[in-house]
C-alpha cells in the first residue's frame, strides 16, 4: 500500500532501524557517571550531537536535544522571548507557520505580550519587505518556517534573516519539514526541527541556539542538555536521529531530482484528470517531495477515506478537524478552498509505478464522492433567470454550501447575483476560493440572523 504521508511522519530510514538497535545495547547507562558503561553512553551522545550540529550547520555546544520538535519550538520561543525582555514583547510570525509556533505565540499574547502575523500570498509565501516592516523596535524575536508543512512552499529565509539582522531581532527558523533535504540558509539565530520528519524516530527534537543570542530557559532545569532540556536523554533514539539526518542528507541530491520529477507529474496530471481542481503551493520554490490540490464540490475526509480504500496513504492540506471544524490556518491565509484538499507527499524510494496507479485511481473516486454529495456536472443558463437567489445552507457544512452555489449560479443572468447563507466557518474561506477558480465575483460578506450571507455576482 503505497504510503503518500511523508510529511506527517517519514518511515523509520533503515540506517535508523539499525542504529537504534545497535544503541539500545550499547547507550542505555547514564551518561553523566563515570564509570565505563556511563562513559560509553557519552560518548555516543556526543558523537550523534557533533554528527547533528554538522547537518545543522551549527557548533555541537549550540545544540540541543529535545523529547520533540513541538517542545523545541516552544522552548525556544519562550528562551528567547525571555532573555530579550528588556528589549520588549513583541513578536513576529509568519501566518502559516505550524500551529506549535501560533500556539506558543497565543500564549505569550495571554500573558502579556504582542504579535505580529505576517500575511502571505496566494501561493503560500511571505513578503520579505512586508516581513521587514512587520519588525519594531520592542521586537523580541522573529519566527519564519523554512518551507510550509501543507502546502510545501518555501519561503525567503536568507532574505528575512538579512532584515532580522540589520534590525538587531533574532530569527527562529522552524526547519521540520525542509532538514532532510539540506541545510536552512545562513543567517538565523535559532532553529528548530523534528526527527520523525527525516526518517528518525519520534521522541526526538533539535533546537540550536547561535552563540551570542540572549537565551533564558523557561521551567524547571537540571544539568542535562545544558539546562535547556530536562530529563535523562534518550540516547538510543538520539543516536538514531543523527544517524538517519545524515543518512537521508547523503541521498537528498538524487532522491530530491527523482521525487521533484514526480511530483511534477502529478502537478501537471491532476488539473488534466480531474475537472475543477486548482494545485496550490508555489510551483518553483518548493519541496522536492510534496504536492497539494483543492477539489472544487468534494469532502475532504470522504475523499481520504476513500483514497484509503484504494489503497493510497494520503493526508489534507486542509479544511477543518473533527474537533474544531474550523479550516486550515493555512489555506485560510493563502484564501484557497478548504475543503476537498489532498497532500501528497512522498517519502524516499517512491516509484513511478505507485504515483501512475494514483494518477489512475484519483479520478474515478473523485468523480464518485462529487456524484455521492450531488455536485453540478455543468452550469447551463435559464431561459427564465432571476435577477438574484438566495440559497438556504444553514445548518450544512461544506462543501455542500459551495455546491448548491453552484447548482444556481446559472440561474442568474450576468450581472446577477446570488447570496448564500451559511453558518459553516469554513464558507468564509471556500466561497470566495470559489469565486477566484470559477471567475465569478465575491461581493463580499453580510451578516444575518443566523451565520452570513455571501454574496456573489455573476460574471459568465
Not at 37 to 60: F, I, K, T, Y
Not at 161 to 172: F, K, M, N, T, W
Amino acid at each position: 500500500m503505497p504510503y503518500f504521508d511523508a510529511a506527517s511522519s517519514a518511515p523509520l530510514h533503515p540506517v535508523a532501524r539499525q542504529a537504534l538497535l545497535a544503541a539500545l545495547d550499547e547507550g542505555w547507562a547514564d551518561p553523566a557517571r563515570l564509570y565505563r558503561e556511563g562513559r560509553r553512553a557519552q560518548l555516543l551522545l556526543d558523537a550523534a550531537r557533533e554528527a547533528a550540529a554538522e547537518a545543522v550547520g551549527c557548533r555541537p555546544d549550540e545544540l540541543t536535544f529535545t523529547s520533540s520538535g513541538t517542545r523545541a519550538v516552544h522552548s525556544a520561543i519562550s528562551g528567547a522571548l525571555a532573555g530579550r525582555r528588556r528589549v520588549g514583547r513583541h513578536l513576529v510570525v509568519s501566518a502559516v507557520e505550524h500551529s506549535s509556533v501560533l500556539h506558543a505565540a497565543a500564549t505569550h499574547e495571554a500573558q502579556g505580550g504582542t504579535f505580529a502575523e505576517v500575511p502571505v500570498d496566494r501561493a503560500g509565501a511571505v513578503s520579505a519587505a512586508a516581513y521587514g516592516e512587520a519588525l519594531r523596535e520592542d521586537t523580541a524575536l522573529a519566527c519564519l518556517q523554512s518551507a510550509n508543512h501543507e502546502v510545501g512552499t518555501e519561503q525567503p529565509v536568507a532574505e528575512v534573516a538579512e532584515l532580522c539582522r540589520a534590525s538587531g531581532v533574532p530569527l527562529l527558523v522552524d526547519a521540520a519539514q525542509s532538514l532532510g533535504w539540506g541545510p536552512v540558509p545562513a543567517g538565523w539565530s535559532l532553529l528548530a526541527a523534528s526527527a520523525h520528519k527525516w526518517g528518525g524516530p519520534s521522541g526526538v527534537g533539535l533546537l540550536a541556539v547561535r552563540k551570542g543570542v540572549r537565551f533564558a530557559p523557561q521551567g524547571p532545569s537540571d544539568e542535562r542538555e545544558s539546562g535547556r532540556a530536562a530529563g535523562f536523554e534518550n540516547i538510543p533514539a538520539v543516536v538514531a536521529a543523527a544517524a538517519s539526518l545524515r543518512a537521508v542528507r547523503a541521498e537528498a541530491a538524487a532522491e530530491s531530482v527523482r521525487l521533484h520529477a514526480l511530483v511534477d507529474l502529478i502537478r501537471a496530471r491532476v488539473p488534466e484528470l480531474v475537472p475543477d481542481v486548482e494545485v496550490v503551493g508555489d510551483p518553483v520554490r518548493r519541496l522536492p517531495h510534496l504536492v497539494t490540490f483543492s477539489c472544487l464540490y468534494v469532502d475532504g475526509e470522504t475523499l481520504l477515506h476513500e483514497l484509503d480504500r484504494a489503497e493510497f496513504s494520503v493526508s489534507s492540506g486542509s479544511s477543518c478537524t473533527s474537533s474544531t471544524l474550523t479550516p486550515s490556518h493555512v489555506l485560510r491565509a493563502m484564501g484557497v478552498l478548504s475543503e476537498g484538499n489532498v497532500r501528497v507527499s512522498l517519502p524516499a524510494g517512491t516509484t513511478a509505478e505507485d504515483v501512475d496507479r494514483f494518477l489512475r485511481v484519483l479520478p474515478g473516486v473523485v468523480s464518485e464522492v462529487r456524484e455521492r454529495l450531488g455536485a453540478p456536472v455543468s452550469v447551463a443558463p435559464s431561459p427564465t433567470a432571476a435577477t438574484s437567489l438566495v440559497v438556504d445552507s444553514l445548518g450544512k457544512r461544506c462543501p455542500i454550501p459551495v455546491i448548491e452555489l453552484a447548482k444556481v449560479i446559472g440561474d442568474v443572468p450576468v450581472g446577477g447575483t446570488v447570496t448564500v447563507l451559511s453558518d459553516d466557518e469554513a464558507a468564509r474561506l471556500d466561497i470566495p476560493a470559489w469565486c477566484v477558480m470559477r471567475e465569478q465575483e465575491y461581493v463580499g460578506e453580510e451578516p444575518a440572523d443566523r451565520g452570513s450571507a455571501y454574496v456573489v455576482r455573476r460574471l459568465s
